[in-house]
């Protein structure tokens, strides 16, 4: 089977819809499907080109997928006009380097929404059915952030995306509460599939500390709270500054791994809280990664308090729980069923400092249940294998291929 992906994000970055997108389609090339992917250069977060890449036309073979890298206008992960024109050259660009490539399925994914619009297009002009992969409710999220008002732009965005679940074959989403979510507005349950997030254990899995990384970061003999990932508007990470504030036990220190639109934010309120007790990281390579989750005696994740992110599933619950760190979880919903259901570590209120400290503590001082929640980490891990599901989605697609001739 010929499937061609478009994707804004695909290894070198490191951002959970990369990793995602590249090993779904690893495997799939792997069980013989011709896999071509249409990208841009690696930019993300800081948009800023990556060493060895230049911003234009390319192609490579990846694991056995063909990369087309399409020159696009390049934005940081921040702002609205820029990023608007970001996205707005990707779609352009996607199209134009998509339109006479021979294939069977095109998929897009979503967010950025662009790219989905791309997907749709090139159905169009190829007269081959598409797919469209949800992995967040856009215009709606951005609207949460108050990335973008209210007006004639969201109205117009929202227009689309009705349009693009009516149009699409199938629609694939990444947890339930998306799938509720598009059902409330409409789009038939026959037409949605739930794959979601997980974790390759050939790269995540138990390990013991890198003795020589907690050298170097100075931080041997710490209890160790890590987060690792993107430092966005919606992960609220300023709330965790202002939590370790108020934290004095001395073998407590907060680490914080990655980049994103808030990290200089976040490191102007570091200074001004002066805090000892917590390091603010650069991103680090995905070979590194594993190193520096190995540390961690708990793994940190946290979004802002919003109805909107009851639904989210973010994609680093499964590896630190594949690396066999308890969570705590700053999330309800869905992913807090899920962690507390193994049970994988425990949950907060979202932006609640009391209940954050009085889960930290727990999971700190009770090593009966933290030996637990050990032990539900690598039985969440292994239900929730990448692998497996990369395989069911390709089945999916191609039985969605199947219906359509």
């Not at 820029?82 to 998509?98: E, I």
């Not at 500390?209 to 170097?216: C, P, S, V």
Request: glycine fraction near 8%; charge should be positive.
């Amino acid at each position: 089977m010929k499937i061609l992906f478009l994707t804004d994000n695909f290894p070198p970055e490191r951002n959970a819809p990369a990793t995602r997108t590249y090993e779904h389609c690893k495997a799939w090339a792997g069980k013989g499907e011709e896999v071509t992917v249409i990208t841009c250069a690696p930019n993300f977060p800081e948009g800023k080109v990556f060493e060895g890449y230049r911003n234009r036309y390319t192609e490579e073979i990846m694991d056995g997928i063909r990369v087309i890298r399409v020159r696009t206008y390049i934005a940081a992960n921040k702002g609205t006009v820029r990023r608007s024109l970001d996205y707005l050259s990707f779609y352009f660009a996607a199209v134009r380097a998509g339109r006479k490539r021979d294939c069977d399925m095109i998929i897009g994914t979503s967010p950025q929404f662009f790219t989905a619009l791309a997907a749709k297009r090139l159905s169009a002009i190829l007269q081959k059915p598409w797919i469209m992969e949800v992995r967040d409710i856009w215009p709606e999220s951005i609207r949460t952030l108050d990335a973008v008002k209210d007006g004639p732009l969201i109205g117009y965005l929202e227009k689309k995306e009705k349009e693009c679940y009516a149009d699409a074959a199938g629609i694939v989403c990444v947890t339930r509460g998306i799938f509720g979510n598009l059902v409330r507005k409409g789009v038939p349950e026959n037409k949605i599939r739930l794959f979601t997030n997980g974790a390759n254990p050939e790269n995540f899995r138990p390990q013991a500390k890198n003795r020589g990384l907690l050298k170097w970061l100075g931080l041997e003999g710490k209890k160790i709270v890590g987060y690792l990932g993107t430092m966005g508007m919606s992960h609220k990470l300023d709330f965790i500054l202002h939590c370790a504030k108020d934290l004095s036990e001395p073998d407590l220190h907060f680490l914080l791994v990655g980049e994103g639109a808030e990290k200089e934010n976040l490191l102007n309120l570091k200074r001004s809280l002066r805090l000892e007790n917590l390091s603010i990281l650069d991103a680090v390579g995905k070979k590194e990664v594993p190193d520096y989750l190995s540390v961690m005696d708990i793994g940190l994740v946290n979004l802002r308090k919003s109805e909107l992110f009851q639904g989210a599933l973010p994609s680093k619950i499964f590896e630190y729980a594949a690396m066999g760190k308890p969570l705590l979880l700053g999330l309800q919903g869905e992913a807090e069923s899920i962690v507390e259901g193994y049970p994988a570590g425990l949950a907060f209120e979202p932006e609640n400092a009391d209940d954050f400290k009085e889960k930290l503590h727990i999971l700190l001082t009770d090593k009966e249940f933290y030996a637990q929640c050990e032990k539900g980490c690598q039985q969440l891990a292994g239900d929730y294998d990448r692998k497996r599901i990369a395989q069911a989605m390709l089945e999916q697609i191609k039985e969605w291929s199947k219906r359509i001739k």
